[in-house]
């Protein structure tokens, strides 16, 4: 039973932040590396960053150091700091547990709308 419930998202103005969270229950969160991905309208789902049980990040070219990945394994809790949005972050943001067992769930999503 692998639960994961995003939330954070929400209107935001061109080069303002915000910060999402996923909780995630049903698995052994500290040995797992946890990912985010995003999906805009009428595109897919692209991967935006992962993070090792180590603590190592990795993050997709295109955000030019932006975006923050993070975890806090005390609340089973991984974190995406958002900076410097543009109009084209806008997306529906879910986490992800990139393993063969888990990586086929995902949570409902939290909308990030990125407008002037």
């Known amino acids: 039973q692998v639960q994961l419930v995003e939330s954070g998202g929400g209107l935001v103005q061109p080069g303002g932040s915000l910060r999402l969270s996923c909780a995630a229950s049903g698995i052994i969160f500290s040995i797992n590396t946890m990912a985010w991905y995003r999906q805009a309208p009428g595109k897919q789902r692209e991967l935006v960053a992962t993070i090792t049980s180590g603590g190592s990040t990795n993050y997709a070219d295109s955000l030019k150091g932006r975006f923050t990945i993070s975890r806090d394994n005390a609340k089973n809790t991984v974190y995406l700091q958002m900076n410097s949005l543009k109009p084209e972050d806008t997306a529906v943001y879910y986490c992800?547990?990139?393993?063969?067992?888990?990586?086929?769930?995902w949570g409902q999503g939290t909308q990030v709308t990125v407008s002037s």
């Open positions: 992800n547990v990139p393993t063969a067992g888990y990586r086929s769930y």
